[in-house]
């Protein structure tokens, strides 16, 4: 896990542990299985069953190239 990454993971699951909670949305970077540092969009949903927390749903979306394609177009443009 890249250096900074695990208070943000901390933060996240412990929102999602919150029975108000309805549902974590958040950017952090993780190491893949090569050692590349990638940046990826996390969409969390708790999932309960009578008022306990049974589980959590994650979509987890590598979104590197969009970042890396934005900071190119931002750094021609000035």
């Given at each position: 896990m890249p250096p900074g990454s695990l208070?943000?993971?901390?933060?996240?699951?412990?929102?999602?542990?919150?029975?108000?909670?309805?549902g974590y949305y958040a950017v952090h970077d993780v190491t893949d299985r090569n050692g590349q540092i990638?940046?990826?969009?996390?969409?969390?949903?708790?999932?309960?069953?009578?008022?306990?927390?049974?589980?959590?749903?994650?979509?987890?979306?590598?979104?590197?190239s969009q970042i890396e394609d934005q900071e190119t177009i931002e750094r021609q443009a000035t």
């Amino acid at each position: 896990m890249p250096p900074g990454s695990l208070e943000s993971f901390r933060t996240m699951w412990q929102a999602l542990m919150k029975k108000d909670e309805q549902g974590y949305y958040a950017v952090h970077d993780v190491t893949d299985r090569n050692g590349q540092i990638k940046t990826c969009e996390w969409h969390n949903t708790p999932l309960t069953k009578d008022g306990k927390l049974i589980g959590i749903a994650s979509f987890i979306k590598d979104v590197t190239s969009q970042i890396e394609d934005q900071e190119t177009i931002e750094r021609q443009a000035t």
